[in-house]
Each structure stands twice: as structure tokens, then as C-alpha cells.
T-cell receptor
Framework: GAVVSQHPSWVICKSGTSVKIECRSL??????MFWYRQFPKQSLMLMAT?????????EQGVEKDKFLINHASLTLSTLTVTSAHPEDSSFYIC??????????????FGDGTRLSIL | QQQVKQSPQSLIVQKGGISIINCAYE??????FPWYQQFPGKGPALLIA?????SEKKEGRFTISFNKSAKQFSLHIMDSQPGDSATYFC???????????FGTGTQLKVEL
């Protein structure tokens, strides 16, 4: 149980294009979804938190106009990297969490999306 | 501000040995401490977790030891296997799971 699917797993695109990444909780309803960014050999850095039906909360230093997050349902959140540039190349990982199972529940992570901007 | 410090950065252990990874935290609001295992090109997977009112938790070959007064906790991997070679992250959680702060990670290599 608690499976989170992320798509695509790898994308290469030209500088200036926009890229959309999907995150789905397959067997549970996620009250909250998180988006992280991870550089090689580094830890995961939280970018934003999104609750279903409301605007995402972005961490300090994350450009909300560049990283658009939509959490339209309890099982789907999307991250769109707008006008992507080479410095946006990274490993993007989503996670899903449900508060409905009680306090102290873990976040469940997708397998990440490797984004390469040429 | 890094709120969870993790050491060592990398670790090499012989097959069958014990792998020990340590973490220290500052934020006393953390109410849950999970460990995640991450293989290259994959997302982190929950390995084991502990609440601060428990001093030790064991699941198979994996044990968390927790020292609340010292604000430290550690992961012990007994009988380490080559398949355990991965990056391990400790974390602190606040808000009932709503906010997760990762440690810096430990790259473990188990050699034959």
C-alpha cells in the first residue's frame, strides 16, 4: 500500500520550454503533497507544500511563478517548470501524505523525475 | 538553517558487519523521526521510524536508538549486506507529518 507514482521518470527538453511533472497517490487519498528538489549527492530540499483545492505554500527562495503547482484532487498534484533553463536541471521528487490516518504518518515518495534542460 | 545533522557522510562496511549512522537535531518540536533509504535514481523509501517517547525500535536487521535528552538518534544495520548499499537519510517531522526536515545523508557501501 501507499504507492506514489510520478511521471515522467526522465525528461530532456530545450531551454525555454515548460515541463509538467505529475504525482499521483495510487491507493490512498493524499491530503497534502510535497515537492522536493535534489541535486547529485545532496539531500532533498523542500520546494513547496500543496493541499488539495488550495494554493501551494512555497519555501523561501523558491520562485512560485517558475514552479507552478496544482493540486486539483486528492490523488493528483502537478509541478510545471515554466520557461526552463539549464540551471533548473535536477531530480524532482514528490511525496504524498494523509492526515486521515492519524498523527505521525509518514510521507510516501514517488520515484522522482530527472529533468535535463539543454 | 540545517536542523538535522547527520554523520558520517559516507561509510564502507564489510558484509556481515554493523553499519551505524548518527543524527542530531535541534528542533524540539520534532515529534517523529523516520529513516529513509534511497537507491540511485529512485525516490526515498521509508525504512523505519520512531517516536520520541521510545528509546529503541527494532525491525528485522534495522534498529533505531533514540536519546531524547541528548537530541540524538542513530540507525544500526546488523549483518549488513551488499543490497543495503544506498544513501540513508534521517529526518525530523513536525506538524503530525506535515513538515519533514531531512538530514544531509549517508552513502553506505557494503563490500563483499
Amino acid at each position: 500500500g501507499a504507492v506514489v507514482s510520478q511521471h515522467p521518470s526522465w525528461v530532456i527538453c530545450k531551454s525555454g520550454t515548460s515541463v509538467k511533472i505529475e504525482c499521483r497517490s495510487l491507493d490512498f487519498q493524499a491530503t497534502t503533497m510535497f515537492w522536493y528538489r535534489q541535486f547529485p549527492k545532496q539531500s532533498l530540499m523542500l520546494m513547496a507544500t500543496s493541499n488539495e483545492g488550495s494554493k501551494a505554500t512555497y519555501e523561501q527562495g523558491v520562485e512560485k511563478d517558475k514552479f507552478l503547482i496544482n493540486h486539483a484532487s486528492l490523488t493528483l498534484s502537478t509541478l510545471t517548470v515554466t520557461s526552463a533553463h539549464p540551471e533548473d536541471s535536477s531530480f524532482y521528487i514528490c511525496s504524498a501524505y494523509t492526515a486521515r490516518a492519524g498523527v505521525g504518518q509518514p510521507q510516501h515518495f514517488g520515484d522522482g523525475t530527472r529533468l535535463s534542460i539543454l | 538553517q540545517q536542523q538535522v545533522k547527520q554523520s558520517p557522510q559516507s561509510l564502507i562496511v564489510q558484509k556481515g558487519g554493523i553499519s551505524i549512522i548518527n543524527c542530531a537535531y535541534e528542533n524540539t518540536a520534532f515529534d517523529y523521526f523516520p529513516w529513509y533509504q534511497q537507491f540511485p535514481g529512485k525516490g526515498p523509501a521509508l525504512l523505519i521510524a520512531i517516536r520520541p517517547d521510545v528509546s529503541e525500535k527494532k525491525e528485522g536487521r534495522f534498529t533505531i536508538s533514540f536519546n531524547k535528552s541528548a537530541k540524538q538518534f542513530s540507525l544500526h544495520i546488523m549483518d549488513s549486506q551488499p543490497g543495503d548499499s544506498a544513501t540513508y537519510f534521517c529526518a525530523g517531522v513536525t506538524g503530525g507529518g506535515n513538515k519533514l526536515t531531512f538530514g544531509t545523508g549517508t552513502q553506505l557501501k557494503v563490500e563483499l
